[in-house]
């Protein structure tokens, strides 16, 4: 059964440019979250997506926005992208919203330059 | 945002040695996940607890749910070098019957001298 899949693996960005980062549960898996990852905060949530729905959403602004297809794969975008941006953004997966287990992809390095 | 207190942040320790690491946090958790993330990975789960009290074990990794709820314990016995890495805790609670997010500790980074 294939893992998490994250697409870019790396990406560099320009401040101010916007980017789209994807991501494809495990196959099965319908619930999606993502993750910011640096090293000074740590890992950060997000937001959740279950049947295309926002469940839950973490303290971030509103440039970033996530959305989940009909096929569970997801996608995160970030706007007006600022040098804090940059981090590991990382996507898990779960069958279902109340199944606690989270299974990670590798992530997308983002560089904001 | 909230994050566990996890310690010790890093430690060096002798192939073979055992390792303990532990996540505390002040409120109650309903459940307690363990993770193991290799540079320019994603984390990969180790241990998932989901009982107060709970004891389980995978390979030589055996991690505990403590009695509060409030902490968790993870050991290492026997490390090898492929034991490095950064470990990370992860606790989610309930809100009136939903699953609440994951939150994460700060990691402790392992490594073992040959």
């Known amino acids: 059964k294939a893992g998490v899949t994250q697409t870019p693996r790396y990406l560099i960005k320009t401040r101010g440019q916007q980017v789209t980062l994807s991501c494809s549960p495990i196959s099965g898996h319908r619930s999606v979250s993502w993750y910011q990852q640096t090293p000074g905060q740590g890992l950060q949530f997000l937001f959740e997506y279950f049947s295309e729905t926002q469940r839950n959403k973490g303290n971030f602004p509103g440039r970033f926005s996530g959305r989940q297809f009909s096929n569970s794969r997801s996608e995160m975008n970030v706007s007006t992208l600022e040098l804090g941006d940059s981090a590991l953004y990382l996507c898990?997966?779960?069958?279902?919203?109340?199944?606690?287990?989270?299974?990670f992809g590798q992530g997308t390095r983002l560089t904001v330059v | 945002g909230q994050q566990l207190n996890q310690s010790p942040q890093s430690m060096f320790i002798q192939e073979g040695e055992d390792v303990s690491m532990n996540c505390t946090s002040s409120s109650i958790f309903n459940t307690w996940l363990w993770y193991k993330q290799d540079p320019g990975e994603g984390p990969v789960l180790l241990i998932a607890?989901?009982?107060?009290?709970e004891l389980t074990s995978n390979g030589r990794l055996t991690a505990q749910f403590g009695i509060t709820r409030k902490d968790s314990f993870l050991n290492i016995s026997a490390s090898i070098p492929s034991d490095v890495g950064i470990y990370f805790c992860?606790?989610?609670?309930?809100?009136?019957?939903?699953?609440?997010?994951?939150?994460f500790g700060k990691g402790t980074k392992l490594s073992v001298k040959p």
């Open positions: 992860a606790g989610r609670r309930n809100y009136g019957g939903s699953q609440g997010n994951l939150i």
């Open positions: 607890l989901y009982k107060a009290g």
């Open positions: 898990a997966s779960s069958s279902i919203p109340t199944n606690t287990e989270a299974f």
